[in-house]
Nanobody, 119 residues
Framework: QVQLVESGGGLAQAGGSLRLSCAASGRTFSSYAMGWFRQAPGKDRAFVARINRSGGSTFYADSVKGRFTISRDNAKNTVYLQMNSLKPEDTAVYYC????????????WGQGTQVTVSS
């Protein structure tokens, strides 16, 4: 069982930055791939970024490529999402998730953190 708790959300101006953190419980954090997703009002949840269990491989949605960076610190059981050059369309609830290192499924989800970007 893995419990995930996101933090770092808030209000930012367009062009600004925020860093989200996701702290995981348990000693098996390093065995999971981690992902970030987001859900804007009235829209389906969408993939944002993924990092493999070692941190050596990352993958991004086209909409955030070049602006967001996913990273992890396995010693701290934490995954991060650095968000730069924020746009109003980045406004959403952001969720972190943990899943097997193979494939693209996720088993555990956090409760989410709100990110609001003003124009």
């Amino acid at each position: 069982q893995v419990q995930l708790v996101e933090s770092g959300g808030g209000l930012a101006q367009a062009g600004g930055s925020l860093r989200l953190s996701c702290a995981a419980s348990g000693r098996t954090f390093s065995s999971y791939a981690m992902g970030w997703f987001r859900q804007a009002p009235g829209k389906d949840r969408a993939f944002v970024a993924r990092i493999n269990r070692s941190g050596g491989s990352t993958f991004y949605a086209d909409s955030v490529k070049g602006r967001f960076t996913i990273s992890r610190d396995n010693a701290k059981n934490t995954v991060y999402l650095q968000m730069n050059s924020l746009k109003p369309e980045d406004t959403a609830v952001y969720y972190c998730a943990a899943g097997p290192d193979y494939g693209s499924t996720y088993t555990y989800w956090g409760q989410g953190t709100q990110v609001t970007v003003s124009s």
